[in-house]
């Protein structure tokens, strides 16, 4: 649920952990902005340092009973139109399995790059990636959903950023760190 006062801002920010994600409109106009196509220099810029290509950004503003559709890892922001009574918009986030490989890239990148997203990255999050590992790798590769992932070589593509995940989980489990702690050492010892 997301309740504000007209006038309210959400900053540029991705969902965590690579969830797509809706929201309807039920109270309120509603602007839904977002950044169009970065490229991956624009992407990694807004990782270091939260800066968008403003010239990239494009809204719509949603008033009461329509809805939009997120997909995992789009740059955006919520704003409430200032001469706009109170909001009240519902949502919620899915993971499509057609969608997984975004999905995963996405939430390593959550992992790496934690103030990008809305929320904390937490333990349970990786868990969930690993009960992903754990349907896909029961898929048999001849299986309808295997081709929405994207045949045989996206199902090994989904169970490399898994095991990726796994050595997370392994790490925080092992050392009693936080995950962020573990990020930190494994980026130090990639840098050394």
Same mark, same amino acid.
């Given at each position: ?6 006038g309210?801002?959400t900053?540029?920010h ?9 929201? %309807?409109?039920?109270? =309120?106009?509603?602007? !839904? ?5 970065p490229?991956?220099?624009? #992407?990694?810029? @807004? /990782? ?5 290509p403003?010239?990239k950004?494009?809204?719509? %503003?949603?008033?009461? =009973?329509?809805?939009? !559709?997120?997909?995992?890892g789009?740059?955006?922001f919520?704003? #409430?139109?200032? @001469? /706009? ?34 929320e904390?990255?937490q ?18 590769n001849?299986?309808v959903e295997?081709?929405w992932?994207?045949?045989p ?14 050595r ?11 995950t962020?702690?573990?990020i ?7 840098n050394?």
């Amino acid at each position: 649920m997301l309740l504000a006062q007209g006038g309210a801002i959400t900053l540029p920010h991705e969902d965590a952990f690579g969830d797509d994600t809706y929201l %309807v409109n039920y109270a =309120g106009d509603v602007g !839904f902005g977002w950044i169009s196509r970065p490229t991956s220099e624009e #992407r990694k810029r @807004f /990782s270091h340092n939260l800066s968008v290509p403003l010239e990239k950004a494009r809204f719509s %503003v949603l008033r009461c =009973g329509e809805a939009v !559709f997120v997909r995992g890892g789009t740059i955006h922001f919520i704003f #409430r139109l200032p @001469f /706009s009574n109170n909001t009240l918009m519902f949502g919620g986030h899915i993971l499509r399995w057609s969608g997984l490989e975004n999905s995963l890239e996405v939430a390593l990148r959550h992992f790496e790059n934690p103030d990008t997203t809305n929320e904390d990255c937490q333990q349970h999050h990786l868990q969930i990636i690993l009960e992903v590992k754990s349907i896909v790798g029961l898929q048999k590769n001849d299986n309808v959903e295997i081709e929405w992932l994207g045949g045989p070589e996206g199902r090994q593509r989904v169970l490399r950023l898994c095991q990726v995940s796994q050595r997370f989980l392994d790490a925080v489990i092992a050392n009693r760190l936080s995950t962020q702690d573990v990020i930190r050492k494994m980026k130090a010892r990639l840098n050394s």
